[in-house]
Nanobody, 113 residues
Framework: QVQLVESGGGLVQAGGSLRLSCAASGRLFRVYAMGWYRQAPGKQRELVAT???????NYAESMKGRFTISRDNGKNTVHLQMNSLKPEDTAVYYCNVEGTRFWGQGTQVTVSS
């Protein structure tokens, strides 16, 4: 069993930054890719970014250049640094063990204009 706990969300003004963290329990973390996803009200959940165990990254087009995903395999933690935030980035952000049913509970990010 894997537990994922996100933290770091909050309210920020447009143009500001936030750093999300996801702490994972269990042994899957080091052998699986991890992902950040988000879901805005009334919209489907969408990919934000993924990172492989070796550190290769992939981003949704609208996040490239503004968001950075990273991981610390020694601490079973994955981070999402979000810069130049826009009101349309407002959503609940979730971390996920890629290809599995393991999701965190989500953390709310609200960007005011």
């Amino acid at each position: 069993q894997v537990q994922l706990v996100e933290s770091g969300g909050g309210l920020v003004q447009a143009g500001g930054s936030l750093r999300l963290s996801c702490a994972a329990s269990g042994r899957l973390f080091r052998v699986y890719a991890m992902g950040w996803y988000r879901q805005a009200p009334g919209k489907q959940r969408e990919l934000v970014a993924t990172i492989t165990p070796g550190g290769s990254t992939n981003y949704a087009e609208s996040m490239k250049g503004r968001f950075t995903i990273s991981r610390d395999n020694g601490k079973n933690t994955v981070h999402l640094q979000m810069n130049s935030l826009k009101p349309e980035d407002t959503a609940v952000y979730y971390c996920n063990v890629e290809g599995t049913r393991f999701w965190g509970q989500g953390t709310q990010v609200t960007v005011s204009s």
